[in-house]
């Protein structure tokens, strides 16, 4: 990678993360500690108010506009190959969400860009089980409620089609088993709970801060599931 590129692919890493430390752009960009500092002058010095916070790392100072980032050609057809992908594996929530993220993306396309991009539209096609049909909208509320530590009211239905009213703990969400899986601390049941999303019937987030600290992590979580990833 040249050094031009390099500089664009670490103003793209700043604009994608609140923090980026100079390690992390090393490894990415497979250059050294003192080639990140080099390069991070020079893009202060091209006018981009490039900052540092002492244990958190680099940043680029809010308020300052940077114009939409340009895609490749490739890059383009990519977010068009996972298009099938989303709309197979998320919910109608998320499915809307990519939707208009890919539609912000043809905006700044080039014309060429643009045509090649509606010329595979049309040939590219993902057959998915009926059992993947994920018919419903929670996942984009509880990916907020989960960075935001907020607590989750919901009435849910377990495997003995009982019906029960809870206030979660949003932990993290895991795909497996052909299906989305919400992990939180159920005050109900005072543990950690495995909830199969699609089982929700309803759910708010209350907008209320957690009141459990120390929840487990999603990567232990998934130590004890009964499947081979």
């Not at 490749?72 to 939707?99: M, P, R």
């Amino acid at each position: 990678m040249n050094r031009i590129d390099r500089l664009f692919g670490i103003l793209t890493l700043l604009q994608s993360r609140k923090y980026v430390s100079g390690e992390k752009m090393a490894d990415k960009f497979h250059i050294s500690i003192r080639t990140v500092y080099r390069d991070i002058k020079s893009l202060v010095e091209l006018g981009i108010p490039v900052s540092f916070e002492q244990h958190k790392g680099y940043f680029i100072v809010q308020g300052y506009f940077l114009p939409p980032v340009s895609f490749t050609t490739d890059e383009a057809n990519a977010l068009l190959l996972i298009e099938g992908l989303v709309y197979g594996f998320a919910d109608k929530s998320i499915q809307k969400n990519y939707s208009d993220a890919l539609n912000k993306v043809k905006a700044v396309l080039r014309s060429v860009q643009k045509e090649h991009f509606e010329s595979l539209e049309d040939k590219i096609k993902l057959q998915l089980p009926a059992s993947l049909k994920h018919d419903y909208e929670y996942l984009s509320v509880l990916q907020n409620a989960i960075a935001e530590k907020h607590i989750v009211e919901l009435s849910y239905k377990d495997f003995k089609e009982e019906i029960t009213l809870r206030q979660i703990e949003p932990v993290g969400l895991i795909f497996y088993a052909f299906a989305w899986h919400l992990i939180a601390w159920c005050h109900l049941r005072t543990d950690n709970r495995d909830f199969k999303v699609s089982r929700i019937l309803a759910l708010k987030d209350t907008g209320l801060p957690f009141k459990i600290s120390g929840h487990i992590t999603v990567n232990d979580y998934m130590k004890n599931l009964p499947v081979d990833y």
